[in-house]
């Protein structure tokens, strides 16, 4: 059964840093597209960040071009955040999600429906 579970979520103020992580179990990471989704309070999950594990081509949203950093480690099985220079804006509880296929390096990439499998989620708050 494939299972996503995000940690490193928390509370810091704005300028501050975080790196959130993915573990993935029930399946090996490499040669899927994975993706962080975020939700802030009273809008709509968004896409921030992808990248495909069998090949690291990346893709960001402009909101976090600059700032957010996504990478893998398949030797770990975990996906990963980090995420610099954080502003209020950020506040959101994230997501990971993943699905067995190339990442198109488009923005389809930040698309929900792209994607099969999605963790629980971990929140983030940043304070100014």
């Known amino acids: 059964q494939v299972q996503l579970v995000e940690s490193g979520g928390g509370s810091v103020q704005a300028g501050g840093s975080l790196r959130l992580s993915c573990a993935a179990s029930?399946?090996?990471?490499?040669?899927?597209?994975m993706g962080w989704f975020r939700q802030a309070p009273g809008k709509e999950r968004e896409g921030v960040a992808a990248?495909?594990?069998?090949?690291?081509?990346?893709y960001y949203a402009d909101s976090v071009k600059g700032r957010f950093t996504i990478s893998h480690d398949n030797a770990k099985n975990t996906l990963y955040l980090h995420m610099i220079s954080l502003k209020p804006e950020d506040t959101a509880m994230y997501y990971c999600?993943?699905?067995?296929?190339?990442?198109?390096?488009?923005?389809?990439?930040?698309?929900?429906?792209?994607?099969?499998?999605w963790g629980q989620g971990t929140r983030v708050t940043v304070s100014s």
């Open positions: 999600a993943a699905v067995r296929a190339y990442c198109s390096g488009r923005s389809d990439d930040l698309q929900e429906y792209e994607y099969h499998y």
């Open positions: 029930g399946y090996t990471i490499s040669n899927y597209c």
């Open positions: 990248i495909y594990t069998g090949g690291g081509s990346t």
